[in-house]
């Protein structure tokens, strides 16, 4: 069975960074990519990037594009999401999911457990 | 942006149909997936390109579409079927996106 697993829930202050980390196993990492999804309390799930699992290309949605860096550890495989110049409201729970898009896969059927990132002063 | 509108809630009582919408533009050229989420939990996929069921996946749980309208359909519903249902759809232009969301309420 598929298992990807995050790490822990964080506290940030305004203007700071965090990284979110998802381990993946029971699948060849390098085969698919890792897309990274957030949800706000209230809210539906947002798609904030993707990454490849094989060369670590990656593609993300405007809103987060200077903000976000997703990288990929391969031998560990292990995805890692880093956030900067955080605000109040990125304050949600962060998943990562595996992406299939390369076999023409348009939608989620592993996810991580999610990781609760609050920001507050 | 694309945009999928669902009714913000659902109420159904034990053994009945519960019905779903999911509206978006030309969302009839799309394919429609489905996901469960209950309190605290990731979102489950339960219906995949428009009416497939991953395996596991109760057959009570159907998908549907027509014209700009998809339909998620939970029959003879359960207390264990209470849940928030997101819609999501691949738009070339926003990539990935979902539905704001159905709270399905056993009543």
């Known amino acids: 069975q598929i298992h990807l697993l995050q790490s822990g829930a964080e506290v940030k202050k305004p203007g700071a960074s965090v990284k979110v980390s998802c381990r993946a196993s029971?699948?060849?990492?390098?085969?698919?990519?890792i897309s990274w999804m957030r949800q706000a309390p209230g809210e539906g799930p947002e798609w904030m990037g993707w990454?490849?699992?094989?060369?670590?290309?990656?593609n993300s949605a405007q809103k987060f594009q200077e903000r976000v860096r997703l990288t990929v550890d391969t031998p560990t495989s292990t995805a890692y999401m880093e956030l900067r110049s955080l605000r109040s409201d990125d304050t949600a729970v962060y998943y990562c999911?595996?992406?299939?898009?390369?076999?023409?896969?348009?939608?989620?059927?592993?996810w991580g457990q999610g990781t609760l990132v609050t920001v507050s002063s | 942006s694309y945009v999928l509108t669902q009714p913000p809630s659902v109420p159904v009582a034990p053994g009945e149909t519960a019905t779903i919408t999911c509206g978006g533009n030309?969302?009839?050229?799309?394919?429609v997936h489905w996901y469960q989420q209950k309190p605290g939990q990731a979102p489950v996929l339960v219906v995949y390109?428009?009416?497939d069921r991953p395996s596991g996946i109760p057959e009570r749980f159907s998908g549907s579409k027509s014209g700009n309208t998809a339909t998620l359909t939970i029959s003879r519903v359960e207390a264990g079927d209470e849940a928030d249902y997101y819609c999501?759809?691949?738009?070339?232009?926003?990539?990935?996106?979902f539905g704001s969301g159905t709270k399905v309420t056993v009543v």
């Open positions: 999911a595996r992406d299939a898009y390369d076999y023409g896969v348009r939608y989620f059927a592993s």
């Open positions: 029971n699948y060849s990492f390098k085969s698919f990519g």
């Open positions: 990454i490849s699992g094989n060369n670590g290309d990656t």
């Open positions: 030309n969302i009839g050229s799309k394919s």
């Open positions: 390109d428009d009416s």
């Open positions: 999501q759809v691949w738009d070339n232009n926003n990539y990935y996106v």
